[in-house]
């Protein structure tokens, strides 16, 4: 059995604990640390990681992590281990921001290097002390910019693991996604460990349904992997193959109509712009049948702007 430590720092069973890692300094010499909340059962059994604030304005997720240890979801696990980072991008986080301040995305610096970038640093820290504990885990995210994702899990394309992991998350939505390079979830799943990822909300802005949602995943996901029981569920979400982005085809005010999570039907209208003078106002037409899986949240809209993304193949 692999020795369970972190930094250097032996955690025994059925012990719960904070470990602090040192990721950098800012230039004022303030060392940064992230905070790795880690709970083990006496019983072995698989680690879960689960992290928030990769990018550091997507505050759904570091609210949703933080939520699930301050309210016990990891305390007094039956078997095996929770690793639990709230707010990986510390950086970002202070300054209201999805990268650090160099301006790397942490999200495309794994499996990073001590001697890089302060995201490559973090990404290296996460490589070396933590994956190489963790069975599968779940990396929270939220739409980017103003724009609103309904609550959703995304997953590896072909990985099956993954795909059941998203099952049982039970999220409205499932989308398999293809990896991105130099990603958390592509360089995880180079070690043979599955990672899901669950979007919800918009950044910089506090999303209960998408916090909500993400709880009861985290929840469904310790009762299936047998770390701590939880409620028998029945597994609803909607797989989805295909998406794509309806755009603005005139600059203006943007009005949705129908939102995230409905149904839409080919050739229904389903929100408006217009100009801000009273002159001329657009419908805009949903070109498929569809769920709409997020929004622009944006008023004021370019052409070619993305307005509403909708999901059409089941
Ligand atoms: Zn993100």
């Known amino acids: 059995m692999k020795k369970f430590t972190i930094n250097k720092e032996e955690i025994p069973k059925g012990k719960n604990t904070t470990v602090q890692l040192n990721v950098g300094r800012l230039p004022s010499g303030t060392r940064i640390h992230i905070q790795v ?9 698989s680690c879960m990681l689960v992290i928030g604030g990769i990018h550091g304005d997507e505050i759904n997720g570091v609210e949703t992590v933080r939520k699930a240890c301050s309210e016990g979801y990891f305390d007094e696990l039956e078997t095996g281990s929770v690793i639990a980072i709230p707010l990986l991008n510390v950086y970002g986080f202070i300054n209201f921001s999805r990268e650090v301040p160099d301006g790397k995305d942490v999200n495309r610096s794994f499996p990073g290097s001590s001697a890089g970038s302060l995201s490559s640093k973090i990404a290296r820290t996460i490589t070396k002390e933590i994956l190489p504990l963790v069975d599968f885990g779940v990396d929270f995210h939220t739409g980017g910019a103003s724009r609103y994702n309904y609550p959703q899990i995304r997953y590896s394309t072909g990985d099956q693991n993954a795909a059941e992991l998203a099952k049982v998350f039970n999220a409205p939505y499932c989308i398999a996604k293809s990896m991105i390079s130099k990603s958390f979830r592509k360089v995880a799943h180079g070690m043979g460990i599955p990672i899901i990822v669950f979007e919800g909300g918009e950044s910089l802005r506090l999303d209960g349904l998408s916090i909500q949602k993400g709880l009861e995943g985290l929840q469904n996901i310790l009762d299936f992997k047998g770390l701590k029981k939880g409620n028998q569920t029945t597994y609803t979400s909607k797989f989805i193959s295909k998406t ?8 203006g005010v ?14 229904e209208k389903i929100g408006i712009i217009n ?7 657009y419908p805009i037409i949903a070109k498929k049948s569809g769920y709409i899986i997020g929004h622009n949240n944006a008023p004021v809209v370019n052409h070619g702007d993305a307005l509403f993304h909708i999901g059409y193949e089941f």
């Open 37 to 45: 909340n880690v709970y083990r059962a006496e019983k072995d059994g």
């Open 244 to 251: 794509s982005w309806l755009r603005a085809t005139s600059a």
């Open 254 to 267: 943007f009005k949705w109509t129908k939102s995230s999570g409905q149904w839409v039907e080919k050739d």
């Open 275 to 281: 100009d801000p003078y009273g002159h001329f106002e």
